[in-house]
T-cell receptor, first 115, second 109 residues
């Protein structure tokens, strides 16, 4: 049981390049989400999905795209990287959001630097 | 706007007790979580409160007062491995998690 697997762990991009952060979970979770974590700030929600084929924007969606073609996978695409997207990114999943103690399981994180 | 406030950093001594406070102002309330995050690692779940009162889990306890918009995490018998950041998060009326910036806890021998 791997939980939530994120790749890559580290990535350096040049401004304007595009890339995809991969996220996969093997817990049959309906809910998946992407957060970014910046120093001195709380985790901020980028995009989320409540099931295959359904995605929605979070607090800071600009510059990012997602898709959910299967229950297991939820990739995050940076369309044209900017230095402001330098951050640590976490993928997280759970059974159903907002239902009781719906605990999020996080991936190990991806540290992205945009030069 | 929505706001979660936690102290930025706290220092405590091994074997002692520490209380980390969290105050919140959110659009609605559907529960409050505490997560632990060691440096360079992912957050992991510690506790959940939805009703007023104290929830105890071994050395860790979490308290909630909804009328005051206030919670605290109490850590007893501190160990060096408790050095970490502690994140408070509130579930708002849209069932989204609103996160505080976290409290970095430093344990000294």
């Amino acid at each position: 049981n791997a939980g939530v697997t994120q790749t890559p762990k580290f990535q350096v991009l040049k401004t304007g390049q595009s890339m995809t952060l991969q996220c996969a979970q093997d817990m049959n979770h309906e809910y998946m989400s992407w957060y970014r974590q910046d120093p001195g700030m709380g985790l901020r929600l980028i995009h989320y999905s409540v099931g295959a084929g359904i995605t929605d924007q979070g607090e800071v969606p600009n510059g990012y795209n997602v898709s959910r073609s299967t229950t297991e996978d939820f990739p995050l695409r940076l369309l044209s990287a900017a230095p402001s997207q330098t951050s640590v990114y976490f993928c997280a999943s759970s059974y159903r959001p907002g239902v009781g103690a719906n605990v999020l399981t996080f991936g190990a994180g991806s540290r992205l630097t945009v030069l | 706007g929505q706001n979660i406030d936690q102290p930025t950093e706290m220092t405590a001594t091994e074997g002692a007790i520490v209380q980390i406070n969290c105050t919140y102002q959110t659009s609605g309330f559907n529960g409050l979580f505490w997560y632990q995050q060691h440096a360079g690692e992912a957050p992991t779940f510690l506790s959940y409160n939805v009703l007023d009162g104290l929830e105890e889990k071994g050395r860790f306890s979490s308290f909630l007062s909804r009328s005051k918009g206030y919670s605290y995490l109490l850590l007893k018998e501190l160990q060096m491995k408790d050095s970490a950041s502690y994140l408070c998060a509130v579930v708002d009326s849209n069932y989204q998690l609103i996160w505080g910036a976290g409290t970095k806890l430093i344990i000294k021998p």
